[in-house]
């Protein structure tokens, strides 16, 4: 099932949005609706991560200092 909505845009992503949906052979709908369902799926996970994270603190699981020191420590050898 769809539902119908309407949206203001940027007249230049409206027209970015045109020439994406006759290069690709796709209508501007297909395209909209595609790109605000990566944007929710995304922001959905990250949500959920930031959620998972601070009960984590919560309950006070945290990396020690040696385990972040042997992270920065992986870094900084990989990165010279």
């Known amino acids: 099932m769809s539902s119908t909505m309407t949206i203001r845009l940027d ?3 409206k027209n970015r949005l045109e020439e994406l ?5 796709r209508t501007k709908s297909f395209l909209a609706s595609e790109a605000i369902q990566k944007y929710i799926e995304v922001n959905e996970w990250q949500i959920q991560e930031i959620q998972a994270a601070i009960e984590e603190a919560d309950r006070g699981e ?3 200092e040696e385990e972040v020191n042997k992270v920065f ?3 900084t ?3 010279s």
């Open 21 to 25: 949906a006759q290069a690709t052979h």
């Open 11 to 13: 007249n230049s992503i």
């Open 77 to 79: 050898q990989n990165g």
């Open 73 to 75: 420590d992986k870094w």
């Open 62 to 64: 945290f990396a020690t």
